[in-house]
């Protein structure tokens, strides 16, 4: 394998996509071949072309998830020609099982840190102590945010009431997992426990109000903001899950903070 990991990223989060390919290119030894937004088109392209070094790719698009796309790879004996990164916004213990089975290397939940799953791609295709990365150019320091006033933007574009308890406990949630990203994988036993101790409540009076929360922003909350957070949900006429809606703001939270 040459020095350059090609990489090939598979998410209909454009956005996302972007912030990744240039972080990864960041990197002189990382080399983003292509960037895909549903599983048809990543199917296509590795049936048709060079495979990459590294498949990142989201288990939930539209058209082919992550998973029927991995089904294929299998069915075309095409899984052991790359390594592949799962990316995904939930933690469940039979899709994880699942997709390892099918030949993941490795799984990753949303949000997560840029800079661990650039050790973690390294780690997948090169021996760590034969390799000395270079770096192409520093980021900049990282600037203190107001995390509160962005995600009160988002929940207000949302259309999600301010007096309802929920929304406050969505709000806390939020904070919580973009300062520390493992929360999001520990939502019951840990995340749903360290808002009800801020608010002096109990873990399932938090779940149940976020749920609510939810429940109304569905029906009657903004349907271009919808459209725009939580996309594949509403293709897929499903509504998001607790962890599935904390997740996904913060993600685009951190995004727009690596961006800015």
């Known amino acids: 394998m040459s020095t350059e990991i090609k990489v090939l ?3 209909d989060n454009q956005e996302f996509c972007q912030l990744l390919a240039e972080f990864l290119e960041m990197n002189e030894d990382f080399k983003v071949v292509e960037i895909l937004h549903n599983g048809e088109e990543a199917l296509n392209y590795l049936i048709n072309n060079q495979n990459p070094d590294i498949l990142i790719i989201d288990l939930i698009m539209p058209h082919l998830d992550g998973i029927g796309v991995l089904e294929e790879l299998n069915a075309r004996n095409l899984i052991n020609t790359m390594k592949i990164v799962a990316l995904t916004a939930m933690g469940h213990d039979e899709i994880m099982k699942t997709v ?4 993941v290397h490795y799984y990753i939940m949303k949000p997560f840190d840029l800079d661990k799953l650039v050790t973690r791609l390294r780690q997948l295709v090169i021996k760590q102590e034969e390799y000395q990365p270079k770096i192409r150019y520093s980021a900049p320091a990282k600037e203190e945010k107001d995390y509160p006033a962005l995600i009160t ?6 259309g ?3 007096h309802i308890k929920g929304y ?26 360290k808002v009800a101790a801020e ?13 609510h929360a939810i429940e109304v922003v569905w029906q009657r909350g903004s349907e271009e ?3 725009k957070y939580f996309a594949n949900n509403i ?11 904390i997740a996904r703001i913060a993600d685009k939270i951190r995004i727009d903070l690596k961006v800015s």
Request: charged residues 25%; hydrophobic residues 40%.
């Open 100 to 103: 390892i089975d099918l030949g």
């Open 153 to 158: 933007s988002i929940m207000h574009e949302m």
């Open 9 to 11: 990223i598979v998410d």
């Open 160 to 162: 999600i009431p301010a």
């Open 199 to 211: 608010f002096n409540t109990t873990p399932s009076r938090v779940e149940r109000a976020i749920r």
């Open 235 to 245: 293709n897929e006429n499903m509504k998001p899950t607790n962890s599935q809606f």
């Open 168 to 193: 406050h406990y969505i709000r806390y949630a939020v904070e919580s997992v973009i300062n520390d990203i493992d929360l999001i994988n520990a939502v019951t036993k840990e995340l749903y426990p």
């Open 225 to 227: 903001a919808l459209k």
